[in-house]
Every structure is written in structure tokens, then in C-alpha cells.
């Protein structure tokens, strides 16, 4: 049995606010019937002219973008957003497949990607985790906190440290430090780790686990014992010191 998802909500307990942008009206009609599912406040704009104004007046808590759109592209609305010193977390939606298509969208300030066709409960599951790590959505209970050894990761506040010392994470590397502390002491495959942390394959190339475990080592692992471990042949694992 699936446990349901923990309700989120803005701070001052009022709805989430998430800005939908793709000039396919099915599209943004199925995704704000998914969202409003959550009970979450949403907007709509068929262009990116139409997002940038509506973003202006909306003040959403994310927004989903789509990569192409006729008069002014996801790219340019993202530019243009924060440039004028809006840093609302960005879901990118695309059709390209191409890994440096999806670096560019990151480089450019979005905050991560869904490759059509996807499903919605995908889109949802990243919205929340995007607003919870920019700390804009607030989950009622106990804040969990993941540790192993002297490192501690607050799935609330997104907050990562270690030995007392704050550790600044992406949202991807975020994503994965959480599954490999979800998944302390067990060895995981580059495999399942595209699967829970992507949610894509990116076309089999697994290279990119390597690069995104790599960047965390240097933050996590520099100068200090090694929680991070790789198992030849197999995956990776986070464990403490013996």
C-alpha cells in the first residue's frame, strides 16, 4: 500500500501557488487538475510573454515551464525572471532527450527536468520536493532528519550538514544524498539511482551518476573519513566509519 503523500502547504498555512506555462492547452488543463488535486492554487499562461506578466501578479511558489513555445522560450523566460531577481523554483517540461538540452535549462537557473511524455504524478512528486528544498512549502509534524555518522539531512528544511558545518547542495545532489541515506548501508545501482533520483535513464547514460557522486564527495567526503563508497561492479553506498 502506497502511504499517502504529507499535505504542504505555504508557511502561514494558505495554498502553494504554482504557475503552469506550455502553449498545449490539454497539457496545462491535465496538470492544473493534478495540482489543484493537492490543493494547490494554479495559474495558467499559453506563452512566455503571457508567463512573465503572469508570474509578475501570481507570485507563484513554482512554476512549470515548457522548453518550446512560440513566441518567447522557456530559456528566455527563465533568463528574463532572474534577471529581475525572481528565484521561484523552475521545472523545466520538454520533448528533447539531448543530456546538454538539459544542462542548459540547469546552467540557465532552472531547478530541474521532465521529459514528455511523463506522468503527473511525476510532475507532482518534483514540485514538491522543489518547493520544499527552496523551503517555500511546509510539511505539518515532526521535522525527519537522515543521519549517518556526523552527517544530518533535514527532509523539512532541506538543510544539510556535517560535523555542525553547512553543506550547500543542488537540488539533484540533494535528491541523491537523500536516497543514499534513505538507503544507509546498502549498496544502490547507478540503475536505481536514475530511476528514483532522475526518474529518467537519460538514454542509458550512467556517466552521470558518476558526475553527480562526484560532486558530492567533494562536499560531502573533502578533508574529512569517507561516507560515500563505491562497490565496484555494482553501485554505490553511504555507510559511517567502522
Known sequence: MTTPATALTRPDGTPLRVLVVDDEQMLTDLLSMALRMEGWEVKTAASGFQALQTAREFAPDAMVLDIMMPDLDGMAVLQRLRQSGDDVPVLFLTAKDAVQDRVAG?????????????????????????????????????????????????????????????????????ELLRFLMRNQRRVV???????????????????????????????IDAGREPLIHTVRGVGYMIKAPQ
Open 106 to 174: 540547469l546552467t540557465a537557473g532552472g531547478d530541474d527536468y521532465v521529459t514528455k511524455p511523463f506522468s503527473l504524478e511525476e510532475v507532482v512528486a518534483r514540485l514538491r520536493g522543489l518547493m520544499r528544498r527552496a523551503g517555500t512549502a511546509y510539511a505539518s509534524g515532526a521535522e525527519p532528519i537522515l543521519r549517518v555518522a556526523d552527517l544530518t539531512l533535514n527532509e523539512d528544511s532541506h538543510e544539510v550538514e556535517r560535523a555542525g558545518a553547512e553543506i550547500e547542495l543542488t537540488a539533484t545532489e540533494f
Open 189 to 219: 545501482s547507478k540503475a536505481q539511482i536514475l530511476d528514483r533520483v532522475w526518474n529518467y535513464d537519460f538514454g542509458g547514460r550512467s556517466s552521470v551518476v558518476e558526475l553527480y557522486i562526484s560532486y558530492l564527495r567533494k562536499k
